[in-house]
């Protein structure tokens, strides 16, 4: 292992769940400095990968690590001050306030009894600012919606201010305007923090709005990762989805924009992977295995304006 080794890496890690192998021989270094959405069908492995980069689950094989050293080598508030997880389904404790649940995302900053700081208050400044909850700020948490709530647990995640952040679905609940409105977000904060961030998403076209790498996992693997125009073609979309889909170009971005045609196969619970391609090559005898471009001759169509 070289000694100037930076960032958060898996190497040949296994994870289970007793005894139960979910997730197997996992290599990824965590783009540094980037955004990357982890993107795959329900049961992939998708946040049980979070969940040992977070070191919420040892791996079972392999190792994680954290510029060069096991990431268990770290203290507890060491790791929380580079390291920041908002998970699936987050708990907070009962009767606690926007504002106090914002603040508990400084506590790896602070020693145990130490009052909050300057810095410490600005930082949940903006957090709140930065994902509108300033005006939730005296509120419990319990009493606001899940929309609401999604976006407190994300400011708390920016109070913590960690080096990467890894996030679990982190436009649950979200209308489509605050979906946009966070991930413009943490895209801002990563271009302006320089914070790598690692997100799990099922929105593919926000993924590949929002992430500068696409890792694709499949039955607890990662089957393709790249840009969002090398992983979503039409047929990375029938290896990771077992779907048959029109790849269109988002007009406004230029990123791919996934129109699903149907199922391929059995689904996933029966179709393995190479019964998966084997069927879409059958169904597509010239495949372009090309970026997102695929099929080219396709306009993304104009929906025509509602008449008043
Ligand atoms: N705490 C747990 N105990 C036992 N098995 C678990 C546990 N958490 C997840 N699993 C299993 O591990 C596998 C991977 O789950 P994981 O939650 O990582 O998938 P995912 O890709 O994030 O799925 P989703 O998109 O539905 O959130 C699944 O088969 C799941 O049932």
Redo the contacts with the bound molecule.
């Keep these: 292992m070289p000694q100037t080794e930076t960032g958060l890496r898996a190497e040949g890690v296994s ?1 289970s ?2 005894g ?1 192998r ?2 197997e021989g996992l290599d990824f270094h965590v783009p540094t400095g980037k955004v990357t959405a ?1 993107i ?12 040992a980069f977070a070191r919420i689950l040892a791996p079972a094989e392999g190792r994680v690590l954290l510029d060069g050293r096991p990431v268990g080598d770290y203290p507890g508030k060491a790791y929380a001050r580079r390291v920041g997880i908002l998970p ?1 389904q987050p708990l907070a404790p009962a009767g606690i306030t926007v504002a106090e649940l914002v603040s508990r995302g400084r506590a790896p900053h602070r020693g145990a009894f130490a009052r909050p700081t300057a810095a410490d208050r600005e930082h949940v400044a903006t957090a709140l600012e930065r994902t509108e909850t300033l005006a939730l700020a005296d509120r419990r948490v319990e009493e606001l919606s899940g929309g609401q709530r999604q976006r407190v647990w994300i400011a708390m995640a920016l109070a913590q201010d960690p080096e990467v952040l890894l996030l ?2 982190p436009t649950t609940y979200l209308d489509l305007a605050h979906q946009v409105d966070v991930l413009d977000l943490l895209r801002d904060w990563n271009a302006a923090r320089g914070t790598s961030i690692v997100m ?1 998403l ?1 929105e593919l076209a926000l993924a590949a709005r929002a992430a500068d790498h696409v890792v694709a ?1 499949r039955d ?1 693997r990662i089957v393709r990762q790249g840009s969002a125009d090398d992983v979503l073609t039409q047929r990375g979309v029938a290896e990771v989805f077992d779907l048959d889909a029109l790849v269109l170009r988002d007009p406004v971005r230029g990123t791919p924009l996934i129109v699903p045609r149907g199922r391929l196969g059995g689904g996933h619970s029966g179709a393995g992977h190479s019964d998966a391609e084997h069927e879409w090559r059958a169904a597509h005898p010239d495949p372009t295995a090309g970026p997102a471009s695929t099929p080219p001759s396709i306009p993304a169509p104009a929906i025509p304006e509602e008449k008043p």
């Design positions: 994870l769940y007793d139960v979910v997730v982890i795959g069908a329900n049961g992939s492995g998708k946040s049980t990968v979070l969940k699936q679990d679905e799990v099922h996992m607890g």
